[in-house]
Nanobody, 124 residues
Framework: VQLVESGGGSVQAGGSLRLSCVGS????????MAWFRQAPGKEREGVAA????????IYADSVKGRFTVSQGNAKNTLYLQMNSLKPEDTAMYYC???????????????????WGQGTQVTVS
């Protein structure tokens, strides 16, 4: 399994960015995809997640109303549309995947086995 993120960059507060994540090496149609982020000196935190069969989503309270997670037409593609960005959104953003289980959709990083290398987002 390989996950490759892109779309990070530097933006002023109030601006927008769209992150992308393309997965390969798997064929399952039922899995969870999520975005996490880690700021310098802080623990990694869940941002948003989606269940690929049905499209159910969950968000961290800190990004609700500003970020939107979605799938591409190719179900192995994940997006994170980030609007009204704030300096506190500055972090390395990671894409993660885990196969479907009865445990349900989650923003707990321990529930995801496969991770991308990350893309940096800087808001000034």
């Amino acid at each position: 399994v390989q996950l490759v993120e892109s779309g990070g960059g530097s933006v002023q507060a109030g601006g927008s960015l769209r992150l992308s994540c393309v997965g390969s090496g798997y064929t399952s149609a039922r899995y969870f995809m999520a975005w996490f982020r880690q700021a310098p000196g802080k623990e990694r935190e869940g941002v948003a997640a989606i269940y690929t069969l049905g499209g159910r989503t969950i968000y961290a309270d800190s990004v609700k109303g500003r970020f939107t997670v979605s799938q591409g037409n190719a179900k192995n593609t994940l997006y994170l549309q980030m609007n009204s960005l704030k300096p506190e959104d500055t972090a390395m953003y990671y894409c993660a995947v885990e196969w479907f289980s009865g445990l349900g959709l989650s923003l707990d990083e321990t529930r995801y086995r496969y991770w991308g290398q990350g893309t940096q987002v800087t808001v000034s």
